[in-house]
């Protein structure tokens, strides 16, 4: 399995942007396809964000769509999410996930490696 780690998150108020980076260890056959996923306190883990290595293709969670952006960096093995135009609502432990298989899946049950998770929180 791919190891993953991600970075980046913290404390921002409302309105403001966040940069969430995940590095891999590889690439290789078992991560074509990389998410972000989110799970706030009480709730089920959900998709956020997913990109393709090799096309770049990407998909989005109706909530983020307009003020996310994820993005993959080949060279150095990281994938990126940006996030502008925060909400409170966005507040969660945002993982990086991979997963085998070339569809931009949603379901968190897909994804065979998964990093420990940056915490997000962005005050009103």
């Known amino acids: 399995q791919v190891q993953l780690v991600e970075s980046g998150g913290g404390l921002v108020q409302s309105g403001g942007s966040l940069r969430l980076s995940c590095a891999a260890s590889?690439?290789?056959?078992?991560?074509?396809?990389m998410g972000w996923f989110r799970q706030a306190p009480g709730k089920e883990r959900e998709f956020v964000a997913a990109i393709r290595w090799s096309s770049g293709i990407t998909d989005y969670a109706d909530s983020v769509k307009g003020r996310f952006t994820i993005s993959r960096d080949n060279a150095k093995n990281t994938v990126d999410l940006q996030m502008n135009s925060l909400k409170p609502e966005d507040t969660a432990l945002y993982y990086c996930a991979a997963r085998t298989g070339r569809s931009l899946d949603v379901s968190p049950t897909h994804y065979s490696s998964w990093g420990q998770g940056t915490q997000v929180t962005v005050s009103s």
């Open positions: 590889t690439r290789t056959f078992s991560s074509q396809v």
